[in-house]
């Protein structure tokens, strides 16, 4: 699909080139999280007056969301990292296609709309490419609260007459599912119990933001979450959290080119379990109030590394640790259990001399000199893995498909220029 918006011009094609070899020093500045932005612009829409959004990261999954609410009929404004939303005169409850196809993050209108009308439709989700993405554990969810679900030539239809709260015991603990059983429960009568919830911050953040709205939630951030349906909420004012997953990618950049980096606006609580691991591996991490300082002049360590849901180590920082290890003394070991494709980097990162071995979800790691090559970003963090390689790389490192790195990261090449690096971004 993403071919053929290129082949449109719909998006313009980019690459990104690296030379390596230099130390990052300096300050540089952590932007609002995507995933915490993308399902609470969704969740404005539960209102019945306009939200004030802060620190909403420009990346194009928020272009392609607030595109998709405005053709429903909602009205959105946006001034650089703010975005107003009024949903007063929303009319449609079908999200465009084409562009709900673009980003996984569109399914939050199914329970969003399931709660303020009762009817949703919308096209099976896109995003990454990182495995099967399968929305089973979210449509059990609505199910289990009273809702019709058809799914037909790919695209999802929910239908309630009226949502009753229920318990839901969830067999894995998704971000989405928890996300969107708990938008929909914010209207529904009586009382929801999601089980064996996710606990990303993200999930906080939204339901911080839903309860100055006015829902009644409790035990976010624990794995079993209560939700009292209320009749209304109305809008409000937040500001979205930082992005944790950009933090670790510029806090394990500081650390692989020995560099000294204060990665500004991080909540070092979000990025615990990478702080531990740069510990073992003997970075040197000052944790402060306003960001997390990161220092590193020596050797790395080997460790090994298994993905899990929060607090585990996350899998969106899983390609970029790779990298780091390829720079450690001795075997590393990564455990992917999150997704089933997320090894696509390593394809990548051998081409420029890493010496990594895969077996099923396992990936052994051995020290190796990198040099710079001519690749492709398959996904938004193999993409982000490779313009780590690229910055230690001897010589030139060539990135095509830029376009997967922008849905996830803000001015990369620009913050990245601001503490030393040497990367531009080139469009074709
Ligand atoms: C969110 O995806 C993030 N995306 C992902 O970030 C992140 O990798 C993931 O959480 C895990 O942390 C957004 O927030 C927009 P899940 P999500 O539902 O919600 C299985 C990035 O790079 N599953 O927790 O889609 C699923 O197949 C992106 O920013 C089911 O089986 O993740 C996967 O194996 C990529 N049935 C696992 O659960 C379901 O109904 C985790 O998925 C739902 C999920």
């Known amino acids: 699909m993403l071919g053929r918006d290129i082949r449109k011009g719909l998006i313009k094609v980019g690459k990104f080139l690296i030379t390596g070899g230099t130390p990052l020093e300096g300050e540089i500045k952590v932007s609002g999280a995507k995933n915490a932005a993308l399902p609470i612009i969704t969740a404005a829409l ?180 209560k939700i009292e349906g209320i009749k209304s909420l109305k809008g409000a004012e937040h500001r979205i959290i930082p992005d944790r997953i950009e933090a670790g990618t510029y806090m394990m950049a500081a650390a692989l080119t020995r560099g000294n980096v204060f990665v500004k606006n991080v909540l070092a ?45 996350p899998t969106d920082l899983q390609s970029q640790m790779m990298v780091l290890l390829t720079q450690a003394d001795g075997t590393s070991l990564v455990i992917e259990t999150v997704w089933e494709n997320r090894f696509m980097h390593v394809d990548e990162l051998k081409r420029m001399g890493a010496d990594i071995k895969i077996d099923g979800h396992s990936a052994l790691i051995k020290p190796s000199h990198l040099t710079g090559a001519e690749v492709t970003a398959t996904d938004l963090r193999a993409g982000a893995a490779l313009i780590l390689a690229g910055l230690i790389a001897q010589g030139d490192t060539e990135i095509r498909e830029s376009y997967h790195i922008e849905r996830g990261y803000e001015n990369i090449e620009k913050k990245l220029q601001g503490i030393g690096a040497r990367i531009r971004k080139v469009e074709e």
């Open 269 to 313: 609580e979000h990025v615990k379990p990478l702080i531990a691991k740069l510990h073992e591996m003997g970075v040197e991490i000052d944790e402060q109030i306003s960001g997390v300082n990161v220092k590193n002049r020596g050797r790395l360590k080997a460790v090994d590394i298994k993905t899990l849901p929060y607090p585990g180590f």
């Open 46 to 225: 539960l209102a019945d007056s306009p939200s004030r959004l802060l620190d909403i990261p420009n990346l194009r999954d928020v272009t392609n969301l607030c595109d998709i609410i405005e053709k429903m009929g909602a009205k959105v404004e946006r001034k650089g990292h703010e975005v107003i939303i009024n949903p007063a005169d929303l009319n449609k409850f079908e999200a465009d296609h084409e562009l709900a196809r673009k980003l996984r993050a569109s399914y939050y209108i199914l329970g969003v709309l399931l709660a303020r009308n009762g009817t949703a439709r919308t096209s099976l989700p896109g995003g990454c490419n990182i495995g099967n993405r399968p929305i089973d554990l979210h449509l059990k969810g609505f199910k289990a609260l009273g809702a019709e679900v058809r799914l037909d030539h790919g695209i999802v239809e929910v239908k309630a007459n009226k949502l009753k709260g229920e318990r839901i015991y969830l067999d894995y603990p998704s971000v989405g599912a928890t996300i969107n059983i708990m938008l929909a429960a914010t209207k529904a009568e009586g009382k929801t119990i999601i089980e064996n919830a996710a606990r990303e911050p993200e999930i906080v953040d939204l339901a911080n933001y839903l309860t100055v709205m006015g829902a009644k939630i409790k035990g976010v951030g624990t794995d079993i979450i």
